[in-house]
């Protein structure tokens, strides 16, 4: 069936209804003329009636929608074959070709013109330092790139070596040689510059250290290097590798014989078995803690054990005088009495014994005599009870004795450690510096002590990387082992900016030819730099500026010396090029 069938058959029943309507109106119209003739009023046209004016409005309304029913069966016609059009042919989504280059964001090109301006700004940092150091005929035996980790590190280093020395001194200070043997001689000179000069020592190695345990030689060896993805920073890494590749040049670089060194990345010199000036300095003040806390200990012992017999003389100075002797001579009054009461035949004898003028010998005639009474029937008379309690008091009389005996051979023992001990701590105090009291240097080597465990507290203390402070300054030992005192420079170098643009030129007529827009890129560099002695001096700095010129893009690839293919023409050399 096409599509003109199917449109009559859409419209069929649209007009079927409309004949209908036709033929009612017909049939209506057939009977009015009916009607009217044969009315008996005259032939004059009549005026329409109410049933002509509605089928007037009948038949208007039904001939409007039937035009309408008909318009839109159309309009959907229209559009369905519109639809079936569409699907079997799509239209195209290409669109014409502009000829138009667009380049967006950074761009390596651009970049790598940037390169080549900081490598020239590298020749010209070598140039001047050349020309700088042959103006003051000056020669150069190592130059290290300065990077502010190994300076602050080198800092701390000199601040813990000080801080060392300055406990080494204390040490000294409440010390005599005595004490401390050679580790503390004579005061050291002053220097040039007016600051005193310790005194040099032999290095030690960390086997030998009592802090070796301590040293992670492993990271002797390990450094740490971060590296960063960037969009077009130039970091220290390039700039410093450009500056040796210049330092390297053939007759117009630094002499062959200069040493160059970057410690951000390496430590130079790292030697598991070099003596190390830091652990030699601490074993040194190590030995003179422990002098002085034995020392300290020594007097504080020998103080207390003279405290102790002071307290011993006292004590039995106060027995001697006055407890036994009034126990014993209570004992011998009390035997006399017994004696006298109980035994009339021997009050001459009691009274010639208490007449003795000396205590001692009176208890020693008393014993005598209540032997005597005890061994003999001297005094039959005496009830069993009274010789019995005159039997106790012998026994009383005996240990009092004794115990004086003793007493007296205690405190003599106690006199004789008496004058020892304070022989010793004479001896002791002779060690200590007569300019402070004993109190006073007891104190203050207590808090050298506690001073010194602080310090070695502090310089074991693993860091979140897992190096001690104390393995870092033996890497900073071997630095400056690398960068001796004469001949030693720190380059310090900064990239201010870099940067770059691409340039595009749009002609229509050349376009046609060149097959559209043509792209140049430039870039340029700012560079700063300052090389300072071993001091800190410094010797030359500038800020260089290179900028290089727009190039085409398609001359990139021989600027910066990319690897050429045989197509192109050989590269020109770096240096020519620089």
Not at 161 to 189: F, H, M, N, W
Not at 256 to 262: A, D, E, I, P, R
Not at 432 to 452: E, M, R, S, T, V
Request: net charge neutral; aromatic share 4%; with cysteine.
């Amino acid at each position: 069936m096409n599509r003109e069938q199917s449109s009559r058959r859409r419209r069929l029943p649209i007009y079927l209804a409309f004949l209908v309507a036709v033929l009612s109106l017909g049939v209506l119209n057939v009977t009015a003329v009916r009607a009217q003739d044969e009315a008996e009023t005259p032939a004059a046209t009549p005026a329409p009636t109410p049933d002509e004016e509605m089928r007037k409005e009948t038949l208007r309304k039904a001939k409007a929608e039937a035009d309408k029913m008909e318009h839109e069966a159309d309009k959907m016609g229209t559009e369905a074959r519109k639809a079936k059009l569409d699907a079997a042919f799509p239209a195209p989504s290409a669109t014409a070709l502009e000829g138009k280059t667009t380049v967006e964001g950074a761009v390596i090109e651009s970049q790598m013109v940037s390169y080549v301006s900081m490598a020239r700004a590298a020749n010209r940092i070598i140039e001047a330092i050349n020309a700088r150091f042959i103006q003051d005929r000056k020669t150069i035996s190592s130059i290290a790139i300065y990077n502010e980790r190994d300076v602050s590190l080198l800092l701390s280093y000199r601040t813990a070596r000080s801080q060392v020395e300055i406990t080494r001194k204390g040490y000294c200070d409440i010390l005599t040689p005595a004490a401390t043997g050679t580790l503390c001689p004579a005061s050291p000179q002053p220097s040039a510059g007016g600051e005193a000069v310790a005194p040099a020592i032999a290095p030690l190695l960390a086997a030998r250290s009592f802090l070796g345990a301590f040293i992670d030689a492993t990271s002797l060896l390990r450094t740490n290097v971060e590296i960063k993805g960037q969009t077009f920073v130039i970091d220290e890494g390039p700039l410093v590798a450009e500056v040796f590749r210049a330092a390297r040049r053939p007759t117009i670089g630094l002499p062959s014989t200069v040493n160059l060194y970057y410690p951000h990345v390496f430590s130079p010199n790292v030697n598991l078995g070099q003596g190390s000036t830091i652990l030699a300095e601490l074993e040194r003040v190590r030995t003179l803690r422990v002098a002085g806390e034995k020392l300290a200990a020594d007097l504080a012992e020998a103080e207390k054990a003279l405290e102790e017999a002071k307290g011993n003389i006292k004590q039995l100075t106060a027995q001697l005088n006055e407890a036994l002797p009034r126990r014993r001579n209570e004992a011998v009054t009390a035997s006399a009495n017994i004696i006298k009461a109980n035994c009339r035949t021997l009050v001459n004898d009691v009274n010639a014994v208490m007449s003795l003028p000396e205590k001692p010998i009176q208890a020693t005639a008393m014993l005598n005599l209540i032997a005597r009474i005890s061994d003999t029937d001297a005094c039959p008379g005496m009830p069993a009870e009274k010789l019995e309690q005159m039997l106790s008091l012998r026994d009383v009389i005996n240990d009092t004795v004794g115990r004086l005996a003793k007493a007296i051979q205690d405190k003599t023992n106690a006199e004789t450690e008496e004058a020892r001990l304070k022989v010793v701590i004479t001896t002791l105090t002779a060690k200590l510096n007569p300019a402070f009291a004993p109190g006073d240097a007891l104190a203050q080597l207590k808090a050298l002590n506690a001073q010194f465990d602080n310090l070695v507290k502090a310089l074991v203390q693993v860091d979140a990387n897992g190096v001690n402070p104390l393995t870092n300054f033996i890497r900073t030992e071997s630095l400056l082992s690398a960068l001796p005192a004469e001949g030693s420079y720190w380059l310090q170098l900064k990239v201010i900016n870099a940067g770059g643009n691409n340039r595009i030129k749009t002609n229509l007529l050349v376009d046609i030819f060149t097959g559209g827009n043509r792209v140049s890129h430039s870039g340029g560099a700012i560079v700063q730099y300052n090389l300072f002695d071993g001091n800190g001096k410094s010797i030359v700095s500038d800020t260089i500026a290179d900028y290089t010129n727009y190039i085409k893009a398609d001359k990139v690839r021989r600027v910066t010396n990319s690897k050429s293919d045989t197509t192109l023409p050989t590269p020109i050399s770096i240096d020519e090029n620089r």
